[in-house]
């Protein structure tokens, strides 16, 4: 059975930072590109950031040189370190494994 956990998702101030976890299990994880995908309310889902299974990355424009995707294939775990978080930047994450493996998602809420 698949499983994709995220965790770290909270509350931050403008400017803060946070790093997100997927823990996957069910799945060779080091075969699977993996994804973050977000969702704002009143907007549709994005994907905010992408690692290949061999490493490669690419962002979303709004959040290049400011979130970085990172995986580690021991540990079966990818991460969303989130830096000078914005207000915009508020939204449910999502972890996706592949095409169609997704996690519950965790919110990040950036106020003042």
């Known amino acids: 059975q698949v499983q994709l956990v995220e965790s770290g998702g909270g509350l931050v101030q403008p400017g803060g930072s946070l790093r997100l976890s997927c823990a996957a299990s069910?799945?060779?994880?080091?075969?699977?590109?993996m994804g973050w995908y977000r969702q704002a309310p009143g907007k549709q889902r994005e994907l905010a950031a992408y690692?290949?299974?061999?490493?490669?990355?690419n962002y979303t424009d709004s959040v290049k040189g400011r979130f970085t995707i990172s995986r580690d294939n021991n540990k079966n775990t990818a991460y969303l370190q989130m830096n000078n978080l914005k207000l915009d930047d508020t939204a449910v994450y999502y972890c996706?494994?592949?095409?169609?493996?997704w996690g519950q998602g965790t919110q990040v809420t950036v106020c003042s």
């Open positions: 996706v494994a592949g095409l169609h493996c």
């Open positions: 069910g799945i060779i994880f080091r075969a699977y590109s």
């Open positions: 690692i290949s299974s061999g490493g490669r990355t």
